[in-house]
């Protein structure tokens, strides 16, 4: 018998200083997975990744500062994010995609190995999005930029894609002041022998 196992991590980095603001792994929503990897190998135009979402409602914090996580959405084909606030196309074959060279979707393999990765790369520029805060020092968890939740989105011509990965992590702030840059990637890995 053999299988599938897939495995995502992201980091979240300033690519200009260096800092490492999130480095972990996230959630596959496999009902939705199974869905787009079928789809994309029967060739049927939709399943492929598309998008990153983010959004500010995976986390709460309380009075004293403790910080408590909602579980990722990884079940039922209508998942989504719990607020989502902002989307960046990051398909480089797009016409969606406003910069292709920092946007992208890459697959790498080494030859001999059961496993490839796909590397999705995310930038959020300077001036990117519009509206946010000059500097970053929010005082508020709950600002439309203070970003603790994001995933992976699939294409669909209708503009559901489906949400295929989901991660939770500490609020980040993105702000005119700081670039951000998201490596998210997803192992894509082959099992032989696995169990049913």
Do not use: W
């Not at 972990?24 to 598309?50: C, D, P, Q, T, V």
């Not at 890459?106 to 509206?131: A, F, M, Q």
């Not at 669909?156 to 939770?168: C, K, M, S």
């Amino acid at each position: 018998n053999n299988g599938v196992l897939l495995q995502g991590h992201i980091k979240i980095h300033n690519p200009e200083s260096g800092e490492i603001l999130v480095d972990k792994r996230n959630a596959i929503h496999y009902e939705n997975m199974s869905i787009s990897l079928a789809e994309s190998l029967a060739n049927a135009g939709s399943g492929f990744i598309y998008q990153m979402a983010f959004g500010n409602g995976g986390t709460s914090i309380d009075p004293t500062g403790i910080i408590t996580y909602l579980t990722p959405n990884s079940t039922g084909t209508n998942a989504s994010l719990y607020n989502q606030t902002y989307v960046k196309v990051v398909d480089d074959r797009s016409v969606n995609n406003t910069d292709p060279a920092r946007n992208k979707i890459e697959s790498r393999h080494v030859s001999g190995t059961n496993y490839t990765d796909i590397l999705v790369t995310c930038l959020l520029d300077y001036g990117e999005p519009t509206g946010q805060d000059a500097v970053d020092n929010a005082t508020n968890a709950d600002s439309l930029y203070v970003f603790d939740e994001l995933g992976l989105v699939s294409y669909d011509p209708a503009g559901t894609g489906r949400l295929l990965t989901h991660v939770i992590f500490h609020p980040v702030q993105k702000s005119l002041n700081r670039l951000v840059q998201i490596d998210y990637t997803v192992r894509v890995q082959s099992l032989s022998g696995l169990n049913e």
